[in-house]
């Protein structure tokens, strides 16, 4: 079938909010869409670093457990409390 010929909603000049828009493109195929689509040249200055350590799985679990009971990351939740101890050790 050609491009032409593709029946698809219009696309919106603009969405309201990021979840009008999650809605929309759960719903509708990018490639459908091609036509609006241009090429973009953009740079990427990443300056956050992430480091892993390994921790047991016990330790693990709890806190995903509790970050959760918390409503944040288990992430989020181990850089507060680390943070938290190396306040109190300085």
């Known amino acids: 079938m050609s491009k032409s010929k593709i029946k698809r909603d219009p ?21 459908d869409y091609e036509d609006y689509q241009k090429e973009v040249d953009f740079e990427v200055d990443l300056k956050r670093e992430k480091n892993y350590f390994a921790i047991e799985k016990e330790l693990s679990d709890a806190i995903h457990k509790m970050a959760k009971r918390k409503g ?19």
């Open 11 to 31: 696309l919106p000049e603009e969405f309201e909010t990021i979840e009008e828009a999650a809605e929309f493109w759960d719903s509708h195929s990018l490639a």
């Open 72 to 90: 944040i990351l288990p992430e989020t939740l181990v850089n507060l409390w680390l943070k938290e101890k190396i306040m109190e050790a300085t």
